[in-house]
């Protein structure tokens, strides 16, 4: 009795070591994952903003408007062809050749018929949408939908095998390649509008190709197998399905805009909107290439879980709130020094869509949560009700003008994030005072970056814009180290340090407290 006692003991003590080790693995292989993917989304944030800069004196609102309609119907198709099982690669834990060669296999074939369907129907497409550019624009870009499919695929496969070093840097070749050394170039010369088409067919097809060789050893050939589907349809549509409502709620407002109220007025709403969806996609980006694969590793464990949750939410709330504030405060000296004297009009949208930017990306986090423990039903329900928050709300609110859509737009969103807040954490068991208490420090903060914001402009008033957003970033810049030197928890709570500690260096490690 007393040895077999002694070895149930020394059983659990056994798989107690190990679930410490492979937490200890898991969470240094995400701190390189968010430093190498955080470090190569904020290279590109920054490049972003200034190719938008110089694009913004090259194109008109006019211009952008017929690109932004032109991806829409690009984004559709993509969204269809993957059916969702881009994240089953990610998410399923006994996954073997045959499955991936069905998956391969059906993201390709789909694409092909869907490319083939847009060219066809490019017709139709524009007078639904009134922008008549669009339809040779929109056959153009139905040739890049097979290269995006295979992305998709070797992207899921290499986040599946926590590669998001290679992965990172893959995207952000791609995108300089194509951005910086064709779209400038080829707006400077006078090709309008064609750009910015013909860079975003080069970064599909530059990344098909960087994918296809440094995926090539997990990669393969596209073979169909009833069986294997039968394994992953279920999955895959449940993500399918979360896909189309997420891709409709993204782009629903878009087709309003576009529709009810005009193309030029689209140009200014999407290059607002895409000018604040920064930061969101910033960690949304992170939350698709590092925390949903490694929370997929453990989502067994709702402990371990609702830690990362926290962590999750406390990380979010200290980079977007403060941010938040600060593009509030400073949203017409943004708009002067960043797009140009044409596009004030773009003022008012940045501000409003400034102030939600939070729920963006809080909502991404429930997101990485729900989609980890396979709930991909869930996740569809609530981009269903978020799809139709925005849709209901745009669709009345378009014929007060662009700057109440956006307001309209805002509320559906903030909405969307506190319902899917309250879903996430009834999944993984977290208290709503945790989740009160885990946002306290950044909204402090965020609090006192909008004091301190609006004292640099009464300070400076009459002062030229970009004067004033220089100092304002100084300022706020240096109030925000020395509160990380002083005692990081003050803006990232104690969660959030903890995440700081594990990406940083030990020389670092004994400043974040």
Not at 198 to 218: C, N
Not at 396 to 412: I, K, L, R, T, W
Not at 464 to 473: Q, T
Request: charged share 15%; net charge positive; with cysteine.
């Amino acid at each position: 009795m007393q040895g077999n006692a002694a070895g149930q003991l020394n059983g659990l003590e056994q798989v107690n070591l190990d679930e410490i080790t492979e937490d200890k693995n898991l969470t240094r292989r995400a701190a390189r994952g968010l430093s190498w993917s955080g470090a190569t989304l904020l290279a590109r944030t920054v490049l972003n903003i200034f190719v938008t800069a110089v694009l913004a004196r090259l194109l008109s609102p006019q211009e952008y408007g017929v690109v932004g309609a032109a991806l829409i119907v690009g984004a559709l198709g993509n969204t269809i062809a993957n059916l969702g099982m881009s994240n089953v690669v990610v998410q399923r834990k006994d996954l073997d050749k045959r499955h991936m060669g069905t998956i391969s296999f059906l993201s390709l074939l789909i694409a092909v018929g869907l490319a083939v369907l847009q060219w066809l129907l490019a017709g139709q497409i524009a007078d639904f949408l009134h922008v008549p550019e669009l339809v040779l624009v929109s056959r153009v870009l139905a040739v890049m939908m097979v290269a995006n499919a295979f992305n998709l695929t070797a992207e899921a496969i290499l986040s599946r095998h926590l590669k998001f070093k290679i992965s990172s840097i893959a995207r952000l070749v791609a995108w300089i390649a194509s951005h910086v050394g064709l779209a400038i170039p080829l707006a400077y010369l006078g090709f309008s509008y064609w750009a910015l088409v013909v860079a975003y067919m080069a970064e599909a097809f530059i990344l098909a190709a960087i994918y296809f060789f440094i995926a090539r050893d997990y990669l393969v050939s596209p073979r169909f197998d009833i069986q294997s589907y039968r394994d992953i349809r279920r999955q895959s549509l449940g993500y399918s399905l979360a896909g189309i409502s997420s891709f409709t709620a993204k782009y629903i407002d878009n087709v309003i805009v576009a529709r009810l109220i005009g193309t030029a007025e689209l140009g200014i709403y999407s290059r607002a909107y895409y000018l604040i969806a920064m930061p969101a996609n910033l960690f949304g980006d992170l939350n698709k290439s590092v925390v949903f694969p490694l929370l997929s590793k453990v989502h067994h464990d709702k402990a371990r879980l609702r830690t990362a949750q926290l962590k999750g939410y406390a990380l979010a709330a200290a980079l977007a709130l403060p941010t938040s504030a600060f593009l509030c405060c400073f949203a017409k000296e943004l708009v002067l020094t960043v797009l140009g004297q044409k596009w004030m009009d773009a003022v008012a949208p940045i501000i409003v869509f400034s102030a939600v930017i939070y729920f963006r990306v809080g909502y991404r986090v429930c997101a990485a949560v729900t989609l980890a423990t396979g709930q991909s039903y869930r996740t569809a329900s609530m981009q269903i009700i978020y799809m139709a928050l925005v849709a209901s709300l745009a669709f009345f609110s378009a014929p007060y003008g662009v700057n109440a859509v956006a307001f309209a737009v805002s509320g559906a969103i903030a909405t969307s994030f506190f319902l899917y807040a309250a879903m996430s954490c009834r999944i993984t068991g977290l208290s709503a005072l945790d989740f009160a208490l885990v946002h306290m420090p950044p909204v402090a903060f965020a609090a006192v970056v909008f004091a301190t914001g609006s004292a640099v402009k009464m300070l400076l008033g009459g002062s030229p814009a970009y004067l004033v957003l220089a100092i304002g970033l100084l300022v706020v810049g240096t109030l925000s180290v020395v509160t990380l030197y002083l005692r990081a928890s003050l803006l990232f709570g104690k969660y959030g340090v903890e995440v700081l500690q594990s990406v940083t260096s030990k020389k670092l490690k004994w400043t974040l407290r």
